[in-house]
C-alpha cells in the first residue's frame, strides 16, 4: 500500500512540475483507482447505491492502514530497543 502511494506521489510531482501535458495521465489513473475499488468490493454488497461509497471506503481504509503502520512503525523504533532481542 506505501508503494501504491509513493508511486502516485510521484506521478504527481512530475506532473504538477510543469508537464502539464500529462495531467489527462493523472487522471486516467485516479479514475482507473476508483474504478478498481468500485469492482474489488462491489461483489460483497451488490446494491447500485454503493457504487458511491465503494471509493470513499477504499481510501479511508488506506488512510487508516497508513497511518496505523506508519504509527506503530515509529513507536517501535523510538524506544530504545536492542538490535537484536533475546529470545
Request: proline share 3%; charged share 15%; hydrophobic share 60%.
Amino acid at each position: 500500500i506505501f508503494l501504491r502511494y509513493m508511486v502516485f506521489a510521484g506521478i504527481c510531482v512530475f506532473v504538477l512540475d510543469k508537464h502539464f501535458v500529462y495531467i489527462p495521465l493523472l487522471v486516467a489513473i485516479i479514475a482507473l483507482y476508483l474504478l478498481w475499488a468500485i469492482i474489488k468490493n462491489y461483489r460483497y454488497v451488490k446494491n447500485i447505491e454503493a457504487i458511491l461509497f465503494l471509493p470513499l471506503l477504499q481510501i479511508t481504509s488506506d488512510i487508516a492502514v497508513l497511518l496505523g503502520s506508519s504509527i506503530g512503525f515509529f513507536r517501535f523504533f523510538s524506544k530504545n530497543r536492542p538490535v537484536i532481542s533475546k529470545l
